[in-house]
């Protein structure tokens, strides 16, 4: 099967209709392109800000609360594009009201409708303060005809221990949407990633916003190239990395991937990591006596 993953930018809307047309675009690119399996980046709802008009998108906590306004709206457009094209798809992810504050949620559709959601788990220090965004509970992992899958939002992915969970609970693919100012911040992401696919022998499909937004202060930077990662063994890349955009440059990254694959390197790989996992509580529990 085919994975696409978005390199995406943030536009300023005018009306709710014109977000509409986006994303149909982008989702019609990368389903003539083969996609089944697209990755839209964390936090790449926050253009919807804009519907509030300048003065709502430049101020954090209205920019938060009119963005969760179109939650509904946003909804009903991804499922008629995942059945339209037949496609699964991981949506930007967004603040979801939850009480009194909210949590960064990304939403997941298929060609039969909603298939759940995935709260990121760790806050990073600016959804701490100032955003006050809180943690989520609960790791799922998704049941598909096209493989199992879990999502780790950005800074979820650099805690391998979120990741291997998803995986004893049999995921295969782990989609990795981010959103980082920096290159050090991209980096992480990136890096954290890799190291998810090497550990766990999978796949892991990494979406991040790119380009400067000049009209919402709260993710007005964006640093990212969109790659697709596998664990560097036998039938894989040797770098681990099956496609990436230029960086900063928006589009889709796609490649082509195997399950099969993946079970087979589990198996007899040149190394075993995904098996071998369980040997680090021993070796840890022993007393060097020497």
Not at 63 to 82: I, N, P, S
Not at 243 to 265: C, F, K, M, R, Y
Request: with cysteine; glycine share 10%.
């Amino acid at each position: 099967m085919k994975i696409a993953a978005a390199a995406y930018p943030l536009t300023y809307f005018n009306d709710f209709n014109e977000y509409s047309a986006k994303i149909t675009a982008w989702v019609a690119d990368a389903a003539g392109q083969g996609a089944q399996l697209l990755v839209f980046p964390e936090y790449g709802a926050m253009e919807l800000a804009s519907l509030g008009g300048r003065a709502v998108a430049q101020d954090i906590e209205a920019a938060l609360h009119e963005v969760a306004g179109h939650a509904a709206a946003v909804d009903a457009l991804h499922v008629e594009l995942a059945a339209r094209y037949g496609v699964y798809i991981l949506g930007a992810s967004a603040p979801f009201f939850i009480g009194e504050r909210p949590v960064n949620r990304a939403m997941f559709y298929g060609p039969e409708g909603v298939i759940g959601h995935q709260d990121k788990q760790i806050m990073t220090r600016f959804e701490c303060d100032p955003w006050n965004v809180i943690a989520g509970t609960g790791l799922n992992v998704f049941d598909t005809p096209i493989g199992k899958i879990g999502v780790l939002i950005c800074y979820d992915s650099e805690f391998p221990l979120l990741a291997r969970t998803m995986v004893e609970a049999g995921a295969e693919i782990l989609l990795a949407p981010s959103c980082t100012e920096s290159y050090a911040g991209f980096t992480r992401v990136r890096v954290g990633s890799m190291a998810r696919a090497l550990e766990n022998q999978c796949i892991v499909v990494h979406s991040p916003t790119v380009a400067a937004c000049d009209f919402c202060p709260a993710v007005e930077e964006n640093v990212g190239s969109a790659s697709i990662y596998g664990p560097p063994d036998h039938g894989f890349p040797e770098n681990g990395i099956f496609a990436q955009t230029p960086l900063n440059q928006p589009g889709w990254a796609v490649a082509e991937v195997s399950l099969d694959a993946i079970h087979d390197i589990r198996r007899d790989g040149g190394v075993l990591n995904h098996k071998d996992w369980a040997e680090q509580a021993a070796r840890i529990a022993v007393k060097n006596n020497g």
